[in-house]
């Protein structure tokens, strides 16, 4: 996509501009050149190879529904055969067979680099992202379906609205009573602080964790990983001050709250950004717990 | 037919606040996005936000480095206006919680910057925008403001006068990705654009597949000029096989290019004696290409960013989101090894002609953020100014259209002020292929003359058109596919409305763009479903990149000098006595127009006389 091949007419201005540069410029447009000249060498012969051997594809089954196309009405999977480059991710080879066979397949996508969330998808039985997935880690037939524990709105999209209802669930923005006087004075916070709440402020939404979680999957109503989460990144931040932390507790503690959480890591497992969610769900407990006790 | 007061088109950072502070202001607010809010492009930013906080600094010497860096392209009162707001809002973005990296006081951080005078880049790691989105669509869920989002918006609802100065703007016409339903929007008061920026006009860019300028194309359709257009910023740090961004946040903490004989070029050649990697993007972007040229490049091909000086703690405290790119994306351990790096297409300086109030010619329509010009960045903009130039001039746009009194706008708009006439010779005609399958329905807002519509009839008119436009497109289903043209669109950018122009080039991408149009007079739309039917929002998005390719190339082969990012092989000097003007480019229904109007070097209290910019 981005790999250029070397400019015909820029390699011949170039020249004409070496006949009059010292001997070290030319010989490093005569390698520049030689290079070129190799690297072309190297291109078509890739090409040629590609075009023989099967094994420089890549086999995708994926994931298709439709609820008002005929054919698509009951779920199946398609089969695509796609041209396979070094560094392809899972989300360039859907890109690739929708632009080149099936304008059709449809599946949210928009940064390509693992900051806007949009492809979580379920890759060869696991909640991955499918921007950050190397087709090359992967076993043949690359499997991809929709999230599971979410309704599926149309081949690999899913309804993400239960997810942005827990997301909501938990107050999700800073609250302080005690913001400093002064129009341009900020509040302080300690390095340690922020470096506390730091893994927490990384989601992305993306909602692999709560597609991961079987609890999840059970009570609907569960606020989730990544809801308690998001919650844990303002309790713990020391911004907002201890009535807030205690008002953030009751929250959580709620029935459908931490006390959940089984500890299964699945989470843990499958967050792109590595966030330790197991980890940040049990502290929230141990501060429910302590809060508790303070009150008794 | 949903009714607000003020609709937001696009919910990145610009969008966002702009719907805060009209709803501050009193406002009925709701945004419209094609994307949910989280899933913005400002979540992409890495490096930071300029704000003159400190002692030592000034909101005077932010607008003069911006100046300097803008090439003096930049329009004063747009950029004083950038400087003087930037450290309230950050303030603001800091009491809303966001999470700054700290300094040991507990004050937030700041990093120097490339073009800077003092070290004002405020920042969070290096992931400030995904800070910043999140910080501000947490603000949203407090406020309870509605967002319609995977939303679609294909038109604005435009009066038909027959100058667009004379016309205003009532609404605006949505598609529910979801259902594939079409609704009028009704803004009573007015219609703000932040629809980010066109990344996916060009093959290799920072920008997200959703960053298609449909925005600016939308308003250009609608009778508002696309102003300096040619002004295309590459990044000199993106990573070579995929695009993806570098923070110069890398080269702020002291990051180290090398060529590949392991020269220090940017001093060693002499392409920035002073302030080396530090220099401003387009001076490191065209010095890396140079190297390359010059047959000093790594496999022809890029150069190296070496960072592992700075030692592991630093970097994991201050750039760790980088190690994680280098290494998802491109395979490189950064802690080991540099980083291969080459310019890529990371911003557009032109966009939608606004005054410093966020307003377009066109009364009740606003723009704001990448989409805008008003304009702060003139030629090229300096890094770690894009996202306060969201959060002010978001602020500004949605407090004046909610009715708040910001003063009169010192910058005109369309035709009011003073404007001449520009030619330009072109081998193919730009503009509308006749007949166009979308002629009567892509926001031609004149088509019928005067309609004497009230404006709930605009909003109902654009939507019937809409509907049209889709049915057709729906219809054509063995049509051209709209990939196929798309990818010749953005290779020919590629190929030659780059970092280095050239005539002939820029006339190539001309009739490339002209072949791209003829294509699309037979696009199609295979899929069929009314379900979430990407394939029919890609081949309208498509249009738009055909529209704002052929913007980017006409301003590039009109401006025949040198000036920031532009650079033309045939002029290699700037010219300050014929060029120190915008360039403007109106849509004229379909018979694109192309004038100029004067750059306003004239500060609150100083002149801003151009002086040779080096670093």
């Known amino acids: 996509m981005s790999t250029q091949v070397p400019d015909q007419t820029d390699d011949e201005s170039s020249a004409s501009e070496a006949e009059t540069a010292p001997a070290a410029q030319q010989r490093r447009m005569e390698k520049k050149r030689q290079r070129a000249a190799e690297a072309e060498e190297t291109r078509q012969t890739e090409e040629a190879e590609a075009a023989l051997a ?243 | 037919m949903y009714e607000h007061d003020v609709i937001v088109v696009g919910a990145g950072g610009a969008g966002l606040r702009a719907a805060i502070a009209a709803q501050e202001e009193g406002a009925d607010v709701a945004i419209v996005s094609k994307l949910h809010p989280v899933r913005s492009h400002t979540g992409a930013a890495e490096g930071g936000i300029n704000a003159a906080l400190r002692e030592g600094d000034s909101w005077q010497d932010h607008a003069y480095d911006t100046m300097k860096g803008s090439d003096y392209l930049g329009d004063a009162p747009a950029i004083e206006t950038l400087a003087q707001d930037s450290p309230e809002e950050v303030i603001q973005l800091e009491h809303w919680g966001m999470a700054f990296s700290r300094e040991e006081d507990g004050r937030v951080s700041q990093r120097p910057f490339g073009g800077l005078s003092f070290p004002r880049t405020t920042y969070a790691g290096a992931e400030t925008g995904h800070q910043l989105l999140h910080t501000m669509y947490e603000q949203l869920v407090k406020r309870g403001i509605e967002v319609y989002d995977e939303w679609y918006v294909l038109d604005l609802a435009v009066s038909d006068e027959d100058a667009p100065e004379d016309r205003s703007c009532h609404g605006v016409v949505g598609y529910d990705i979801q259902s594939g339903n079409i609704e009028g929007f009704r803004a009573r008061d007015g219609v703000i654009l932040a629809t980010g920026g066109p990344g996916q006009v060009y093959d290799h860019t920072t920008n997200a597949v959703s960053n298609t300028g449909d925005g600016v194309a939308m308003a250009y359709r609608a009778g508002v000029p696309m102003e300096d257009m040619e002004f295309i910023q590459f990044h000199p740090t993106t990573l070579p096989s995929t695009g993806v961004l570098i923070s110069e946040g890398v080269r702020g903490e002291g990051g180290i290019l090398y060529n590949g004989e392991g020269e220090r070029f940017m001093f060693e050649y002499g392409y920035a004696s002073n302030d080396g990697e530090l220099a401003s993007r387009d001076v490191v972007a065209r010095a890396e290409l140079s190297e390359v040229n010059a047959g000093r490049g790594i496999e022809d091909e890029y150069v190296h960013l070496d960072m592992r000086h700075l030692g592991e703690e630093r970097i994991i405290d201050r750039l760790e989101n980088i190690l994680h790119l280098a290494e998802d994306f491109e395979g490189v351990d950064a802690l080991e090894e540099p980083m291969p790096v080459k310019p890529g297409q990371h911003y557009a300086m032109g966009g939608i002609e606004t005054d410093e109030n966020g307003e377009t010619c066109v009364a009740g329509l606003y723009a704001a953020g990448e989409c805008a010009c008003a304009s702060v960045h003139g030629s090229n903009r300096l890094g770690g100014n894009a996202l306060p130039e969201l959060i002010v001039f978001g602020a500004r746009a949605g407090s004046h259209a909610a009715g708040r009194d910001l003063g009169e706008a010192e910058i005109p708009t369309g035709k009011r002020g003073e404007w001449e006439a520009g030619d330009v010779e072109t081998p193919v005609e730009p503009g509308a292929v006749e007949p166009e399958v979308e002629a009567d329905t892509s926001g031609d807002a004149v088509a019928d003359g005067g309609s004497g519509l009230d404006p709930d009839g605009f909003v109902e008119r654009a939507a019937e058109r809409a509907t049209e436009r889709v049915e057709a497109l729906l219809a054509n289903e063995d049509g051209r596919n709209h990939a196929e043209i798309r990818a010749d669109v953005q290779q020919s950018m590629t190929e030659n409305v780059n970092v280095f122009r050239e005539k002939a080039g820029l006339e190539q991408a001309l009739r490339d763009i002209r072949a791209a149009r003829e294509a699309y007079r037979d696009v199609g739309v295979a899929d069929q479903s009314r379900t979430f039917n990407t394939d029919l929002l890609q081949t309208i998005e498509t249009r738009n990149i055909i529209d704002l390719a052929e913007a980017i190339t006409l301003g590039a082969l009109v401006r025949k000098e040198f000036r920031g990012a532009h650079w033309r092989k045939e002029h290699q000097e700037r010219d300050d006595e014929n060029w120190l003007k915008h360039t403007l480019l109106s849509w004229n229904d379909g018979s694109p127009e192309l004038w100029f109007k004067p750059v306003l070097l004239e500060g609150e209290d100083k002149r801003y006389e151009p002086k040779i910019r080096s670093y």
């Open chain 1, 54 to 296: 099967e094994t420089e594809t890549y086999h995708l089954k994926v994931f298709r529904y439709d609820p008002e196309i005929e054919g698509k009405k009951e779920p199946r999977f398609d089969d695509f055969h796609v041209p396979y480059h070094k560094g392809m991710t899972v989300l360039d080879a859907l890109m690739y067979a929708r632009d080149t066979y099936d304008s059709s397949l449809t599946f949210r996508h928009s940064c390509r680099q693992a900051i806007c969330g949009s492809d979580a998808m379920f890759v060869n039985g696991r909640q991955r992202l499918c921007c950050k997935t190397q087709l090359s880690d992967l076993e043949e037939p690359v499997r991809i379906e929709p999230l599971p524990h979410q309704e599926v709105v149309k081949d690999l999209v899913v309804d993400m609205e239960h997810f942005y209802d827990q997301m909501e669930a938990v107050e999700p923005y800073f609250q302080t009573n005690d913001l400093p006087e002064g129009e341009l004075e900020e509040q302080r916070q300690s390095r340690e602080n922020r470096e506390k709440v730091k893994m927490s402020t990384r989601c992305i939404w993306c909602g692999a964790c709560m597609s991961s979680c079987n609890i999840a999957a059970g009570d609907n109503q569960y606020l989730g990983p990544a809801a308690i989460n998001k919650a844990y990144r303002f309790t713990m931040d020391e911004r907002e001050g201890e009535d807030m932390k205690q008002h953030r507790l009751e929250i959580l503690e709620q029935e459908h709250g931490v006390w959940r959480c089984q500890t299964q890591f699945s989470c843990t497992n499958v967050c792109p950004k590595d966030i330790p969610l197991t980890e940040h769900i049990q502290e929230l407990k141990r501060e429910a717990v302590k809060s508790n006790l303070k009150f008794w």
